[in-house]
């Protein structure tokens, strides 16, 4: 394999150009980017039969043997455990997407491996993959232009058209029992933190937990935070109305000064003296709190037993150990200020709530602690039950997809058509400026209008249709009455039209989608060297 | 070109597609559903469970479907979601762990059956959620509201929870003890304030309700061992040596004169500490931590009982029956809430003592003293126990009754069945799938109780269609009766749950279509010594 690597100089002396050539395995030329098509396009296909609301699921055992059950294509991916370089390309690829949009990440990895399926047949016409590189990246401006072309104004004041996109996102999941309800619930989320004027939504204020138990139909939005905590003491009262809230992050613990020191006592004197003045760092810290007017304490730190006690003996309900994120979330909704010292309690500092309340779940007496009525409404929780974990964990996928969806619509409010539509029109267009075009990348132009018809194509074929059959009914019907709004009826609802049915998705995710996959392939398609190191106890793949 | 198979995941993944994956599944599941089967109902039978190995082996009788689960280890995916749902239902209602696990295997075995019919699984899925909607509401239709009579109800649905435990000989005897340590927690559900007792020895009908509450600890040396009127101080302060808890400090001292002096001063401190509780004029002294001999001594010297090292949960339960706070500091004397009890006193039990708190104010808390021959029937009674309350609790929340013993189950068949035939395509398979489904977990009691099940089965479900809803197995005698009127209740929150959670799991499975398993973790070898 490494012949070609040993030289020869003017007097016949060979030298190595490349060291240790035998330890290396080697691929070159177009065997190397067959072997890469295969791979990529083997990842492709797991993933296809999960694409569209017909879609299927994966189970994934991980190395410890947690079960993951998802429909979630970047998910799938993350969890596949890949080892061949180029396949875990593709799961970078559902990555880029999974971050910058939050949708569609099944959907990209298809096309990648439809493009490179199309690759694939040109080489073996001999075509130089500089060419069908170059041939995609035109191909793939056509079609950015066609979607710009046939994208539409969302009414994105419309509540119900907002659901209904919601709903076509969590249509593919197995949350779509409860599908109407977890729509509003994505929808009205992200409605409450999203700053209009900036089309920006944070989703750090959007926190999503759950808890195992209960059905789906019991997943719901609290304007408020929950916490996965309960009131220090247990005597403490459950439920406490219009609270006041000091938010702080010292321990109710005597203080600690950053500086390494040491403290001796040598005598009675100071041991004495030691424990009054502990005994009155207690009393001045509550005497602060309670000073400022607060009715509860939220605390980063834990608490010293008799801490503990004088809160509760001064009617002062305490939380402890709230984590950082929780904390921060607690401020936003409550309008409070975090407090890092107790002399700095002040009542402007505090937060107000108008309840807060223990919850209690099921038979074990799990408790978390929800603060509603919070003066900002801007931080808010959705809060997830399902009769067992991989359906809350699954549940809570779904949503972040369906916000992620949401939050794309507030940014940039232009659509097009779910359902294989956009990406119908896109081949039509891209196959009809193929012909126009001068030289060799024609192919390749051609070869990306036959691409894009994949999704359509696996569509049809995970919803139980004729898959050729159906595309071509529909690309008739496309051309004739211009209509880029029609595409594959998944759900057998009885007609194509997406915008009868409301299955639409936004445009950046799409421009996104198409862009990332084709600049993937031309990475792909440029590698022609291929080496690895040839190790008996760890193979790697080629 | 290359001609070598493309390997994409790790070494010693594994990958199953399509069929093969939904065959793992089935398989798995079906497996899960076909051990626990013959623990279901009455007449079902119970399960050894090893664990360990020499001395450390432990034996475990149960037929609580939740503990077998637990305890099996399973590696097939879709088994391990059953055990997951099970688990869920466990910690949610309490019972009906091997009833949720059942059918949903159940319903993976129709499915199973459909799919050799070439039905997507899609169809299947879709069919099953419709199928739920008609159970449920069915059983909605059928649910009755306990209202005045709800302790009779509650009786009736521990008689028919514990009838299938290993305690049902005694059935009586234990639904009454569960109902009443229910009731007393007048509707909080709070099952920590019932603490069961487990003493070898005795026969299990001994086992009772301690109406006060019952602490396996005992006083100091030297104190009071009886005290009437008691006045309670609950605490939770250290009493061996109180730290200074200021950072960093420690004690430097030049001379072993110092030391003594420190030592003194320390002590004075237990002993300022010991007067301020004192001062409190209480007669008992109960502590979460320990207390060191020199505070005891001086509790003692005041006649004043002290109990030492309560755990957390024993703390809070007793702060809740006694009605007293928990207290950390002593210089308010005034303002502390005191626990109240009208005697503290020794009580043996087998050849254990516990100390005896009763005519307690808040009768919230009790505690259920269990005998039994064996560590094993012991640990199977207080699982059972545990069922029922939970049952109890959730029922107490929600108080709507449903007819049991098969009767419910039949009911919700009969209703799929009859709408199945309204429905319209292939979906219309799924749905009567469903029906007979359901129909097993009757079918199931009847063979684990060695009756015809078939003859039994089709005789009930003919009364149903006649709109007779309140007929069941009459599990002693082998024939039908009517269950209303034996007194054969069951929750219909537990129901409802049970029916949704398994028809979410079969689902969850149905819709799975490739399997990947990651390698496993390259363990390091345990060379520890055993």
């Given amino acids: 394999m490494a012949s070609g690597q040993l030289l020869f100089d003017e007097t016949g002396q060979p030298f190595i150009v490349l060291r240790e050539q035998d330890r290396q395995k080697r691929l070159t030329g177009t065997e190397a980017l067959k072997s890469h098509i295969i791979a990529a396009r083997a990842v492709a296909n797991t993933v296809r039969s999960s694409l569209g609301p017909r879609g299927m699921d994966k189970m994934l055992v991980s190395p410890d043997g947690e079960l993951t059950i998802t429909n979630d294509g970047a998910t799938i991916m993350e969890k596949m455990d890949v080892d061949h370089h180029i396949a875990k390309l593709m799961v970078e690829l ?4 999974d971050d910058e949009i939050g949708d569609g990440t099944t959907g990209v990895v298809v096309l990648a491996g439809a493009l490179l399926e199309q690759a694939s047949t040109l080489l073996d016409k001999g075509i130089h993959p500089t060419k069908i590189s170059d041939g995609f990246d035109l191909a793939c401006k056509k079609a950015l232009e066609t979607l710009d072309k046939i994208s539409e104004k969302f009414p994105i004041n419309d509540r119900e058209a907002l659901v209904r996109t919601a709903m076509t996102s969590l249509g593919s999941k197995i949350v779509n029992k409860c599908l109407r309800q977890l729509a509003e619930i994505s929808v009205d989320a992200v409605f409450c933190v999203a700053d209009r004027e900036a089309k920006d939504v944070n989703f750090e204020l959007i926190k999503v937990t759950g808890k195992i138990g209960g059905h789906l139909e019991d997943t719901v939005l609290v ?77 980063q730190w834990g608490f010293d037993d008799e801490a503990n006690h004088l809160l509760h003996h001064h009617n002062l309900p305490a939380v402890r150990w709230v984590g950082g994120p929780e904390i921060e979330l607690l401020a936003i909704a409550t309008n409070g200020r975090i407090v890092p010292r107790f002399s700095e309690l002040t009542p402007e500092k505090l937060g107000s709530a108008g309840l807060v309340r223990e919850l209690s779940f099921g038979t074990a007496r799990e408790k978390m602690l929800c603060v509603e009525q919070c003066p900002n409404s801007r931080a808010v929780t959705i809060f997830v039950r399902g009769s067992n974990k991989m359906i809350v964990d699954e549940a809570k996928r779904s949503l972040h997809d369906a916000m992620c969806v949401i939050r794309n619509l507030i ?34 132009f051609r070869a990306y209008a036959d691409a894009l018809e994949a999704i359509p194509l696996a569509l049809a074929e995970n919803s139980g249709l004729a898959p050729i059959n159906t595309l071509t009914e529909l690309k008739a019907a496309q051309i004739g009455q211009n209509a880029p709004h029609l595409g594959i009826d998944c759900v057998l609802a009885g007609t194509n039209d997406m915008r009868q049915q409301g299955v639409m998705e936004t445009l950046t995710s799409k421009k996104e989608q198409l862009s990332l996959a084709t600049q993937m392939v031309r990475m792909i398609l440029k590698i022609d060297d291929l080496r690895v190191p040839d190790d008996e106890e760890r193979s790697y793949p080629m | 070109m290359a001609s070598l198979p493309v390997r994409i995941l790790k070494e010693y993944a594994q990958e199953e597609k399509g069929e093969h994956a939904r065959m793992s599944s089935f398989v798995g599941a079906i497996a899960i559903g076909d051990l626990v089967k013959s623990t279901l109902g009455p007449k079902g039978m119970d399960k050894i469970l090893l664990s360990g190995s020499g001395e450390h082996q432990n034996v475990q009788i149960t037929n609580d479907g939740a503990t077998i689960l637990k305890s099996i280890g399973v590696d097939n995916p879709a088994g391990k979601i059953l055990v997951d749902m099970a688990m869920a239902q466990d910690s949610e209602v309490g019972d009906g762990t091997t009833s949720v696990t059942v059918f949903a295997s159940e319903l993976l075995k129709e499915a199973e059956r459909l799919v050799g019919m070439r039905i997507h699984p899609q169809i299947i899925y879709n069919g099953y959620r419709k199928a739920l909607s008609i159970a449920q509401q069915a059983l909605k239709d059928v649910s009755k509201e306990s209202g005045e009579n709800l302790r009779e109800d509650l009786l009736k649905i521990a008689r028919t929870t514990l009838s299938s435990k290993i305690i049902s000989q005694h059935k009586e005897h234990f639904a009454k003890l569960v109902v009443d340590a229910v009731l007393r927690l007048k509707g909080s559900g709070n099952l920590e304030a019932i603490q069961i007792i487990k003493k070898l020895g005795g026969a299990m009908e001994d086992s009772y309700l301690d109406e006060g509450f019952l602490l396996e600890k005992k006083p100091g040396m030297y104190q009071p061992q009886r005290i009437e009127n008691a006045k309670i101080l609950i605490a939770n302060t250290p009493m061996d040596t109180d730290k200074v808890k200021v950072f960093g400090t420690r004690v430097k001292v030049d001379s072993v004169a110092k030391v003594a002096e420190l030592e003194a001063a320390e002590k004075e401190k237990m002993k300022d500490k010991v007067n301020k509780i004192v001062a409190h004029n209480i007669n008992v002294f109960i502590n979460r931590q320990l207390i060191y001999n020199y505070p005891e001594q001086l509790f003692a010297d005041h006649a004043i009982m002290a109990i030492e090292h309560a755990d957390f949960e024993g703390i809070e339960r007793l702060a809740l029956v006694l009605g007293g706070e928990i207290v950390s500091t002593f210089d308010s004397p005034e303002t502390v809430k005191y626990g109240h009890c009208d005697l503290i006193e020794q009580v043996t039990i087998g050849e254990d003592t516990l100390l005896r708190f009763s005519g307690v104010q808040l009768g919230e808390a009790c505690s259920v003293v269990l005998r039994g021959s ?20 959730v029922h107490v929340r929600e108080a709507r009754t449903i007819p049991g013993a098969g009767a419910a189950e039949t009911l919700m068949a009969s209703a799929v069945l009859s709408e199945s035939l309204k429905v319209e395509g292939k ?69 409802l749950c049970m029916i949704s959670s398994a028809t979410e799991a079969a689902e969850q499975i149905l819709r799975v279509d490739e399997i990947i398993k990651c390698a496993p973790r390259p363990r390091a070898p345990d060379r520890r010594p055993c």
């Fill in chain 1, 94 to 97: 559902s990555k880029a997407q």
């Fill in chain 1, 223 to 299: 304007k408020g935070v929950i916490i996965d905590k309960t009131m220090s003491h247990p005597q403490m009262p459950k439920e406490l109305k219009n609270a006041k809230l000091a938010i702080l992050t010292c321990p109710f613990e005597p203080p600690k000064p950053k500086t390494k020191h040491k403290l001796d006592i040598t005598s009675v004197e100071e041991f004495k003296q030691l424990r009054e003045y502990e005994k009155e760092t207690f009393e001045t810290m509550i005497k602060q709190v309670k000073e400022s007017g607060a009715t509860l304490a939220i605390c």
């Fill in chain 1, 411 to 444: 940014k940039d409010d232009r659509i097009v058509y779910g359902g294989g539509a956009a990406e119908t029109a896109c081949a039509i267009a891209v196959a009809a400026e193929a012909d126009k075009i001068v030289g060799i990348e024609q192919y390749a």
């Fill in chain 2, 427 to 495: 979906i219309s398979f799924a749905v009567e799938a469903f029906a007979r489904a359901l129909i097993q977990l009757p079918t199931i009691i009847c063979d684990n109780a060695g009756l015809d099940s078939a003859e039994i089965v089709s005789r009930i479900r003919a009364e149903h269609a006649k709109g007779n809803h309140s007929v069941g197995i009459d599990i002693d005698n082998g024939e039908m009766c009517n269950v209303i009127e034996k007194g054969i209740l069951e929750s219909y929150n537990v129901k």
């Fill in chain 2, 374 to 393: 064996t560590q094993q029937i012991l640990d199977e009674a207080e699982r059972s126990i545990h069922d029922a309350l939970c049952v109890l609790t």
